[in-house]
């Protein structure tokens, strides 16, 4: 049976690397340097090892740990490492190329980034008004290098101890607020966080940089109400400009209306009184004319007492009269006359300087005309 040399080959190397790595652990090393700078892949003698992402880290990691096997340590820029002597802290290696004597005892115990770094927070909280809310805050955060052994060695867990000063300080603040008020002083709650953070975190070698409350989000069925209340506000707004708008046309086109059935009101009065002026001229002239020896005042007197007893007549036949206490008697019309013919006659001739017989004629006419209008007035009511 023939065996391919190739296998054979194969298999003698695979025999040797095994045999050296167990002498070399034999050997007092630094922790897992053997194990690290020795692990090979399954397919290391195959073609495509050299492409696989797997041993492109196993290369780094050589690198790295070829550099503590002849005593030399790189370190990155805007990072540090903490070197240990025996297991016990040394010094903090800025970056650079550094000297590490495994031999007598010195290795690295970690990296830490010194470079900033960033820890969103949501937190769930109920508000002062009973609205639970979750609220995201983002916390940025970096190492100090003066602090350095300090950061590494005082936390397993940085961001989960942020975190949990983040969760009390936001659900000891927004209790305290409405809904309302969390959304307008979301900087002082910001910076609530931040001075308690900065306070705690210092003492870890660890600088709170900046505490940013980037939202606030109020439960579903909340945000729902909000904004179908808030949408029915601005609906309700609409409906009352249009409604204010339709009552103003409709009290201009009330006041324009009313305007013009007052003028057209006041030019039927002016035509109406024009007419009982006219016709009442007209039937003085011709009783004058007709019955020869009666004078104007006559005349006037007669048509005064016509037209009080038609008046009197019209206040009690209508319905919708209410009480009215009238002088009544065979003197109370000629009373009444006598009075407010006396009055405006003497203002009539000290104004207009009339003649005698101007004056009774014209407070004769106002007289008649006064009762008709006055008739007129009941008989609407």
């Not at 034999?26 to 290391?44: G, Q, T, W």
Request: glycine content about 4%; aromatic content about 8%; hydrophobic content about 40%.
């Amino acid at each position: 049976m023939h065996t391919d040399p190739v296998n054979q080959c194969l298999s003698s190397k695979r025999t040797l690397y095994q045999l050296v790595v167990n002498l070399l652990k034999r050997i007092p090393f630094p922790k897992n340097l053997v194990d690290d700078f020795f692990y090979v892949p399954s397919n290391h003698f195959c073609h495509h090892f050299v492409s696989s992402s797997h041993n492109t880290e196993f290369l780094k990691r050589r690198g790295h740990t070829m550099g503590q096997l002849l005593c030399c340590t790189q370190v990155d820029q805007s990072t540090v490492a903490i070197k240990e002597r025996f297991g016990k802290f040394d010094d903090v290696l800025e970056p650079g190329c550094h000297c590490l004597p495994w031999v007598f005892g010195s290795q690295l115990a970690g990296h830490l980034s010194l470079r900033l770094q960033q820890l969103d927070v949501r937190c769930e909280t109920k508000t002062k008004d009973n609205v639970f809310v979750n609220v995201v805050a983002s916390v940025q955060y970096r190492a100090l290098a003066d602090k350095a052994n300090d950061a590494f060695y005082k936390l397993s867990n940085t961001r989960s101890q942020i975190q949990a000063y983040v969760f009390d300080v936001i659900r000891a603040t927004v209790p305290k607020l409405n809904l309302d008020d969390d959304f307008e002083q979301k900087n002082e709650i910001a910076k609530a966080v931040e001075d308690e953070l900065e306070k705690a975190m210092s003492a870890y070698g660890f600088e709170i940089v900046q505490t940013l409350i980037v939202d606030i989000e109020p439960d579903e069925h909340v945000k729902r109400g909000d904004e179908y209340e808030i949408n029915a506000a601005a609906r309700l707004r609409v409906a009352a400009t249009e409604k204010a708008e339709a009552e103003k046309i409709l009290q201009i086109k009330r006041a324009e209306g009313e305007a013009e059935s007052k003028y057209l009101s006041g030019l039927g009065i002016a035509r109406q009184r024009q007419a009982i002026v006219d016709g009442l001229r007209d039937s003085v002239l011709g009783f004058s004319v007709n019955v020869p020896g009666t004078t104007a005042k006559d005349v006037m007197d007669m048509v005064l007492v016509t037209q009080y007893f038609d008046t009197m007549k019209e206040i009690g036949a209508t319905s919708k009269s209410s009480a009215v206490f009238i002088p009544h008697g065979p003197g109370a019309v000629r009373d009444v006359a006598s009075q407010i013919r006396d009055g405006l006659l003497q203002g009539s001739i000290n104004t207009l300087n009339l003649s005698d017989s101007e004056p009774q004629l014209y407070i004769s006419l106002y007289i008649v005309v006064h009762s008709t209008f006055l008739l007129l007035m009941f008989s609407l009511n």
